[in-house]
């Protein structure tokens, strides 16, 4: 097709559109219904599980791959943005990615414990497909957009990627907690129906949902893959292919990323304020990005609930509880910012956070979770948004900005493999997970001292 003028509402769109397309591998598979099928593997009290030569306990070894992805993620980025930014042609990356990420996600039907390794290496596909195209879909905005839009149209896509990821969870939410609604079987053996008690009865149909709701969630990973690759299809049928000019990939190419990093971080050592912020950034969101990354397996595992039902339900809506609370604590927490500061209201923000690390120590009852999950919700969305709004601030004055946020992207990713390992480790270690968030306010307590000691004029 012909290829469409910058800025306009078409294109636009399109990009925007591919939002819809992936925000729902994040919403299922990242922060709900993964994380309740993952525990539901494990049916005794001593959850183990033996891989790479090991025996992890269940939570412990997730949390292990998911660090090893983002630390292949931190490492790779550079990489890519490099030659989306150079080569061209950021179109077949971006749908190598989204369908790597896609297949993942179709291949975690099959996940089980006696296939653990390729299981975990689906897990490792969608993880990595998610963030692998995310760097050449964000690439293409200022091709594709002027400076005015730019807001805007992220904005757009932000929203869009809500509304389609919350419609798909509460079609595969509608599947796991009625299977029989969609066709799976819950039928019970005809002995049992005809001759058993009416308790031996009770607890043979409660097998028989529990089994239906089981297959009902590996069917909804499948519809997370193909409706991240079937809606991205309109994305990549309008988007132009790249800005390339004829280059082609070659070694310098590849490793640039990496020389604007080490040229930002020479820079660094001049700018007092900024060093000093990136340093707190990197400590406090270490402890952030670990909560939000582990809290459906801590809500699983660790919350009193009265059965299986409450605990489904429970712990999804839990993660929209979170979702639509972030959007009003971002707001929030950008009003408080202009009127109190940047630097003070992100301390405020991380006391708060660093009660949360002893109130979810204590949590036991389901109330109990969704006050945290509220609580959690507020402080995530203003300090991700603030977080990025005062890096931003804090640049000098330069062209480059794009190798500065590259920075700041590999420092989160670098920060999530250390709080990930660690979590994992106390984890393993202890046999609770406990532990291990009651341990995460020793990162919040160093990060509000680094805050302190941020200049507060350049």
């Not at 036991?364 to 300090?383: E, L």
């Amino acid at each position: 097709m012909t290829q469409l003028k910058k800025g306009s509402k078409k294109l636009l769109n399109a990009w925007a559109f591919y939002d819809w397309a992936n925000s729902v591998y994040t919403l299922t598979i990242a922060s709900s219904i993964f994380p309740i099928f993952y525990s539901a593997l494990f049916m005794s009290e001593v959850k183990k599980v033996t891989a790479f030569g090991f025996e992890f306990k269940s939570t412990a070894l997730i949390t292990f791959v998911t660090a090893f992805t983002f630390l292949v993620v931190a490492f790779t980025s550079p990489i890519l943005s490099g030659i989306a930014d150079y080569v061209g042609n950021k179109k077949n990356f971006m749908k190598f990615f989204c369908y790597l990420g896609g297949t993942g996600c179709i291949g975690l039907y099959w996940f089980s414990l006696e296939h653990i390794h390729i299981s975990l290496l689906f897990y490792f596909m969608g993880l990595m497909g998610y963030w692998g195209s995310l760097v050449f879909y964000n690439s293409y905005l200022p091709d594709i957009a002027f400076p005015e839009q730019q807001d805007k149209v992220s904005a757009k896509g932000f929203s869009m990627g809500y509304i389609g990821s919350v419609l798909l969870l509460i079609l595969n939410l509608a599947m796991v907690m009625k299977p029989e609604f969609f066709g799976f079987d819950m039928s019970i053996a005809p002995d049992i129906l005809t001759n058993g008690t009416e308790s031996e009865i009770a607890l043979a149909m409660d097998a028989a949902k529990d089994s239906a709701s089981f297959k009902a969630m590996k069917v909804a990973f499948i519809t997370v893959g193909i409706w991240w690759i079937v809606f991205s299809q309109y994305t990549f049928y309008i988007l132009p292919k790249g800005t390339s000019s004829g280059h082609k990939v070659t070694t310098s190419v590849v490793f640039n990323g990496f020389r604007e990093l080490k040229i930002v971080w020479k820079e660094l050592t001049g700018n007092l304020r900024l060093k000093r912020y990136l340093l707190a950034f990197f400590v406090f969101s270490m402890a952030v990005q670990t909560i939000m990354l582990v809290a459906v397996y801590f809500g699983e595992e660790e919350i009193a609930w009265a059965d299986s039902d409450e605990k489904t339900m429970g712990l999804i809506i839990s993660i929209l509880i979170i979702q639509l609370v972030a959007v009003v604590g971002a707001m929030l927490t950008s009003r408080a910012s202009a009127k109190f500061g940047n630097i003070q209201t992100l301390i405020v923000v991380n006391f708060i956070w660093m009660a949360l690390c002893f109130y979810a120590y204590f949590m036991i009852t389901p109330t109990d979770f969704y006050i945290a999950a509220a609580s959690v919700g507020f402080v995530m969305g203003g300090i991700q948004s603030l977080a990025r709004s005062t890096y931003s601030k804090f640049l000098p004055e330069t062209n480059d900005t794009t190798s500065y946020f590259s920075f700041f992207d590999v420092a989160e990713k670098i920060g999530i493999v250390i709080g990930m390992v660690i979590f994992a480790t106390i984890d393993q270690i202890s046999g609770s997970m406990r532990n291990a968030i009651l341990f995460l306010f020793v990162f919040f307590l160093i990060g509000i001292v680094l805050l302190f000691r941020v200049p507060r004029n350049a």
